[in-house]
């Protein structure tokens, strides 16, 4: 039981940082759109690189606990 409360942290942690990337690079676009709305393109480019890597990384993760999830109940 101990170890399926750990792979349950695990995966929150390895959920919750990429979603910090994600709230960061969306309010730091929103800020530099405010200030400088001829630049769109360049920011828009920027924000979507950084949520890409974000994404692939959660998805990385997840898949990693839930192998280790299908060796615990396999046990």
Known sequence: MD???S???IFSLCILGPIAVLVASSFASITALGRNPSATPKIFTAMVIAMLFAVAI???AMLIVFQLFS???GT
């Open 71 to 73: 060796k615990t109940t």
């Open 58 to 60: 959660s998805v990385i």
């Open 7 to 9: 792979l349950v942290l």
């Open 3 to 5: 170890r399926n409360i």
